[in-house]
């Protein structure tokens, strides 16, 4: 299993950005997908769940109605859209194959002014 993020970056507050994760190494239209991030100091977190299919998503509180997560089964990859960034955003975040307890190398959110 291959997880490879990218898309992060030094965003203003308000601002928007593109995360992109890049699976392989397994059939991935048959797995539920993730994002987690973890913040400084802080415990790695949930943020979204999407299914295999991408016809049901979840997100944590802190970030529903901000993020949207998406995926594309034919280009093996899964996509978290940002909007209304935050300061608290801050955070590396990581895919996951929940059932595979496999994490990419994370790409780093900076949201400041």
């Known amino acids: 299993v291959q997880l490879v993020e990218s898309g992060g970056g030094l965003v203003q507050p308000g601002g928007s950005l593109r995360l992109s994760c890049a699976a392989s190494?397994?059939?991935?239209?048959?797995?539920?997908m993730s994002w987690y991030r973890q913040a400084p100091g802080k415990e790695r977190e949930f943020v979204a769940t999407?299914?295999?299919?991408?016809?049901?998503?979840n997100y944590a509180d802190s970030v529903k109605g901000r993020f949207t997560i998406s995926r594309d089964n034919a280009k093996n990859t899964v996509t978290l859209q940002m909007n209304g960034l935050t300061p608290e955003d801050t955070a590396v975040y990581y895919c996951?194959?929940?059932?595979?307890?496999?994490w990419g190398q994370g790409t780093q959110v900076t949201v400041s002014s």
């Open positions: 190494g397994f059939t991935f239209r048959t797995y539920r």
């Open positions: 999407i299914s295999s299919t991408g016809g049901s998503t």
């Open positions: 996951t194959v929940p059932v595979f307890g496999s």
